[in-house]
C-alpha cells in the first residue's frame, strides 16, 4: 500500500501522523521491525509527505523551512505540543543575543535546537546540496515511518500583498508571509498572495513519482490557499494529480464554518472563497469537471453539505475531524482511507459515523 499525503503546518503534521498510525493498524509488519521514533509500530504501508514550501524564508542568515520542520520534529516525537511548534525542551538563548544586536526579527524567536537545524540546512545548502537532498539528510537522525519530501528545490517564499494606505503598513504594498501571519496575525487584509519564482518552479524529485505511482492520495487539512495552494501552484503537480491512477480525497480544514486553526479564513476571503467545508472542496474542484479531488471529507457538523457535494461530482462523506491525540487522528485518517477505497469503488457513503 503506497500512500501520499500533500500537507503543511501544525495541522500536516498531525494528520500525518494519524496516517503513519492507521497505517501500523491496518498493515502491521514483522514485529521485530523497528519503531518509528516516537514508539509507533512499523508498518506494511509506505507513505510519502509532500511538503508545503512556501512558508520558507532566509532570517539571520540561515534558511527556514517552518512546515517542513513541524513534520520533521512531530513525526520524530520531538516537537513541542504545547505550542504546537518548534522542539520540546527548547531554549532562547540565542535568539536573545541576537535581539540584543538587533538581527532578526524580535517578533519571530528561533530556539536554540530549532536553530541548530536550520544551522545544519543551511551548510548543507551552501555546499551545493538541494533542499530535497538536505531533507534527505534531516530525516536520517530519527526512524520516521514516512518520507518526507520538500515540493520543489525552488525557493518559492509566499508574499502578501497589501494596501500601503493601512496603517500598519508603514507604506509598503507586501510582506513576507511569515511577517504577515506572525507578526500581524493576518489582521492586514491581504489583496492576494505571491510565491517567488513560481513559473520557474518544478517539482523535488520523487514528488511526482511519489503520486504517480501511490495507491491513494490525500490532501491534509492544511490552509487551501498558502499550503495546499502553493503545492498544487507548482507546475507539474496538478498534472501528475490528473494523471495518477491513484483516488485523490481531501480533508477539510474548515469546521462548522470555522478554521481549525490559524488564520485560513484570512487567506480565503482574500481569494474570495467562503470559510465553508464545501465552498474549500468547490475551490480545488472534483476531478471529474477538471480539478483535482475524487473526494471530500468533512466533519459531522458538516453533514448536510454532502448530497450537494456528490451532485457536484465529489465522493463526499462526514467524520469526526477534531485532531485531540494520536487515536483521533489515525481515525480521521482511516476515515480519508475508507473514502479513498469507496471513491475508487464508485460508492461513498453519506456519511460515516
Known sequence: MKITVLAGGVGGARFARGVREECARRWPTAPSADPAADGTPASAAGVTVVVNTGDDLWLSGVRLMPDFDSLLYALAGVNDTERG?????????????????????????????DLGTHLARTSWLRDRIAPSGVAERLQRRWRLG??????????????????????DAAGRDELHFQEWWT????????????????????????????????????????NPVVSIGTILAIPGIRAALSATAA????????????????????????????????????????????????????DETDAAAVPGLVDDGFAAASAPLWMHDLDTSAALAGAALDLAANAAAGTAPARRD
Not at 264 to 292: P, Q
Open 85 to 113: 511548534w518548534g522542539r520540546a525542551g527548547e531554549s532562547e538563548r540565542v535568539a536573545a543575543e541576537l535581539r540584543e544586536w538587533g538581527v532578526g526579527w524580535p517578533w519571530f524567536t528561533l530556539g536554540d535546537l
Open 247 to 298: 483516488p485523490v480525497v481531501g480533508v477539510s480544514p474548515i469546521i462548522g464554518g470555522r478554521v481549525v486553526r490559524g488564520m485560513a479564513d484570512s487567506c480565503l476571503s482574500a481569494i474570495g472563497v467562503e470559510t465553508d467545508a464545501a465552498a474549500v472542496a468547490r475551490h480545488y474542484g472534483a476531478r471529474s469537471a477538471g480539478g483535482v479531488l475524487d473526494g471530500w471529507l468533512v
Open 146 to 167: 514516512v518520507r518526507l519530501i520538500p515540493a520543489t528545490d525552488t525557493e518559492v517564499d509566499t508574499h502578501v500583498r497589501i494596501d500601503p494606505a493601512h496603517p
Open 183 to 222: 507578526r500581524y496575525r493576518a489582521s492586514i487584509p491581504a489583496l492576494g498572495f505571491e510565491q517567488r519564482n513560481l513559473a520557474d518552479a518544478r517539482p523535488a524529485p520523487g514528488v511526482e513519482a511519489a503520486i504517480a505511482d501511490a495507491d491513494v492520495v490525500l490532501l491534509a487539512p492544511s
